[in-house]
């Protein structure tokens, strides 16, 4: 007899951001990531996907215009992460230079998933990123518990 593994729930999460709040935006977005994925038994996947929409709202934001939305979903095998914004830039991964300041931020997002992509809408463009969502006996073992949980 096997033990039957245990469902993951499809699940979908919004956070509109305002530039005239107090809070910064990265710091809001990743506090709200961190609270989404608490609240999903997902913590594993924090320090990653808050990296990474850290640098795809700092974009959306230096590159694009209001107004920018993030967006999580998960489902049983995948997370997906987008960040829309109303600029018609195209991100890339840059050929880094060593003394550069900036630019290295696609690299992360690039190393850091499984894909990532941008899709316009009209006026509008969606930079998103997947992940593998772990099964319960993969997930790191300080945090099995929360996945076996969802």
Do not use: F
């Amino acid at each position: 007899m096997t033990t039957p593994r245990p469902r993951i729930p499809v699940r979908a999460a919004l956070l509109a951001i305002c530039t005239d709040h107090s809070t910064p935006p990265a710091s809001r977005t990743r506090a709200w990531l961190r609270g989404t994925l608490s609240a999903w038994h997902l913590s594993y996947h924090e320090p990653d996907l808050s990296l990474i929409a850290t640098e795809l709202v700092t974009n959306a934001l230096t590159h694009g215009s209001s107004p920018v939305t993030v967006s999580l979903h998960c489902d049983r095998t995948r997370l997906r992460l987008a960040v829309t914004d109303a600029g018609d830039g195209q991100p890339r991964v840059l050929d880094g230079d060593d003394e550069a300041t900036c630019g290295r931020g696609m690299h992360i997002v690039n190393a850091l998933c499984e894909q990532w992509g941008c899709t316009r809408h009209g006026t509008t463009k969606t930079v998103w990123c997947t992940r593998r969502q772990l099964p319960a006996a993969s997930a790191p073992a300080s945090h099995s518990q929360d996945a076996v949980a969802a």
